[in-house]
């Protein structure tokens, strides 16, 4: 069969690898000239397979009042005009509950399982994929008592459903990463997770499309979906610059562009833009950075280690669907950077900021799967969380529209 797979970020690229290794045509379009031009070329390189809770959870409305009061707050909340904005918030806020956060973190971490098993068998079968990948753990910092023991009770929650994570002391964390040693007497401790991985998201893509060239799948980039219509038979197509689209399937990896896609279909999908920053400082050699993935829990600031690199990503902004970075909101992160591991960044006054629109669900769960016609299928909504689920997104994708899909995930994803 011949797939258009719509949207060329890591979700696109991933599919398009899946569904061509089952043995599909696939072509692969996007707006910008090369690939990962959007939110996957500087995230926060995560693969963050066991840290899965949603953004909304218990605590969040409660904490709500004192971050937006705050200009270095992580979480920042702009009203626009828009219904599509507040619709969103409306059901975050229901999604606020233990029970709808646990069930999330469950179904959640259900696919990121998945996708590291799939990530780990992906570098064996493609050795010449180079992305800074490594192994490093993940060790996630709390400045305060409350927080620690919120941590330890969460342990205990992901113990029972397969993590394998342990909580350390200040001393502890120092001895597992000693770049934090400045800061030891302002943690209280730490949740060390050994089996996390973090890698670049668009060295990997880059990589993806090397191999997707080479296995014959097309690309058509600078090309500007205009619009999906139903064509004669009640199949899909998609326009592009006055011209249709020839193929047999449309898979929408668009991004936050999603929602806007579908909508004149009549297909609602409640994507909205989360905006974030990051910084990547380029580490001399007497830099003291971190080799550990590090997340600053309080400040919701996470680090990876990329090669001689160091990454720093934060921020959640609900202002919209405007890249235009805030100087604010990149001087505070650099802030926070530069408290926590002088000795890495302090000097780095250039380092590179950039600017990324999550595309978020409320509830922050991505939608994967079929709609209400045939030929259409979404893979979109992966918020904070894309580069981790791409590979068991992609499967799950592939398995639907082969008609066999993964019978403990097709229902977690597929759109209601
Ligand atoms: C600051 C920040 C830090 C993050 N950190 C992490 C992390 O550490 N780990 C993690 O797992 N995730 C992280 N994420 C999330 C992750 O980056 C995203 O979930 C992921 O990149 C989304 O990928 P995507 O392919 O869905 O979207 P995108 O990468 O945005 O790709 C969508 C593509 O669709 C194309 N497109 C859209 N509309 C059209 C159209 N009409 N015609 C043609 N092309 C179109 C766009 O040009 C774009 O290339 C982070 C995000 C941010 C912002």
Redesign the pocket.
Known sequence: MQIAV???????LASAYYLNRAGHQVIV????VDV?????FG??????YSYVAPLAGPGVLSKLPAWLARRDSPVRFRPTVSAEQWLWCLKFAFACTQRRSNLTTRELLSLSFASRALMHQLLCDEPTLDFDFQHSGKLVLHRDVAAMQGAINLLDYQRSLGCDQEALSADECVALEPALANVCGRIVGGIYTRSEDTAD?HRFSKGLEAILRARGVQFAMN???DALEVAKGGAIVARSGGGTLEADHVVV?????AAH?LQPLGIHVPVYPLK???LTYSLGPQAIAPTLSVTDFARKV?Y?RLGDRLRV???ADLDGYSLKPDPSRVAALRAEAAALFPQAVADHVDATAWT????ATPRGTPIIGPTRYSNLWLN?G????????ASGSAALLTGWIDGKPDSSLSSLFSLA
């Open positions: 719509l949207g060329a970020g890591v979700i696109g379009v996007d707006r910008h990962a031009a959007e939110t996957s995230n926060g390189g995560q693969l963050s998201c090309t500007r979906i990896a668009a991004g936050t562009s896609l974030g920053y990051s996470v990876a990503a934060g921020m990324g629109l999550r595309p979109i992966h918020g904070a969380l894309g580069f981790t689920l």
